[in-house]
């Protein structure tokens, strides 16, 4: 099922490439489909193309501390938390904050 949830998602991406939120979506399922290095992958490469898509912070932080990557993902919720400022969601910073906390913790 979710690999067919895969393909749907990338037919539709494939009809509006620059979707940000079926690029998240597409890192998503990658993740469910246990295909961290590509849902990292993915994530990167749309905070590249998009550093304003805040929820894409909070996820690739999640999944680099899954990795055992603590120190680049202490360092993506820090650049979440700058650009929640610049946006002025506090509630999102709140939570990159907790992240963060929590990684620097592990």
């Not at 037919?11 to 290095?37: N, T």
């Not at 360092?75 to 906390?101: F, I, S």
Request: with cysteine; glycine share 6%; hydrophobic share 45%.
């Amino acid at each position: 099922m979710s690999a067919d949830r895969l393909m749907q998602l990338r037919a539709w991406h494939a009809e509006e490439p620059g979707d940000a939120f079926l690029r998240y979506a597409i890192a998503l399922e990658l993740k469910r489909l246990g295909e961290l290095e590509q849902a990292i992958a993915s994530l990167e490469s749309l905070l590249g193309d998009k550093p304003e898509h805040i929820p894409s912070y909070y996820q690739l932080a999640l999944l680099l501390a899954e990795q055992s990557r603590f120190a680049e993902a202490i360092a993506c919720c820090e650049a979440g938390m700058l650009h929640c400022t610049v946006a002025g969601d506090q509630k999102a910073r709140n939570e990159l904050a907790a992240l963060k906390e929590g990684i620097a913790d592990a």
